[in-house]
């Protein structure tokens, strides 16, 4: 997943939060997507929190839905990434199960 430059949020924030968040992020070399509000993720998305605040929380989605997620919507774009978790030893099994479950090709990559 360090591969992958950009970072969506699942809702849209206020302007001055976003500007926080997109200087935060190129810090870590990642930027914030502006439509990253639009991405689709499946219902069985489970999150990791990753920062706790007063006002703000942050989480992450597992992996394995990432990956689904970019095979359904941005296979071509993923492609490598996509391979590269499916040979790696940190392979969700329940990626499998998913797929099939939302249409989603692994086989054809």
């Known amino acids: 997943m360090a591969a992958t430059a950009d970072v ?3 809702y849209q924030i206020e302007y ?3 500007k926080k968040f ?3 992020f190129s810090e870590i070399k990642k930027h ?4 990253g509000h639009e991405a689709w993720m499946p ?3 489970e999150y990791i929190k990753i920062f706790s605040g007063q006002i ?7 992996p394995v839905f990432v ?4 095979a359904k919507m941005a296979r071509n774009k993923n492609r490598q990434l996509i391979v590269d978790y499916l040979a790696s030893k940190d392979l969700d099994p329940r990626l499998f199960d998913l797929a099939e479950k939302y249409n989603v090709d692994l086989e054809s990559l």
């Open 8 to 10: 969506d949020l699942k």
């Open 16 to 18: 001055v939060v976003k």
């Open 22 to 24: 997109e200087e935060l």
């Open 32 to 35: 914030l997507d502006p439509v």
């Open 43 to 45: 219902q069985e998305t």
């Open 56 to 62: 703000v929380s942050g989480y992450i989605a597992e």
């Open 67 to 70: 990956i689904l997620s970019k």
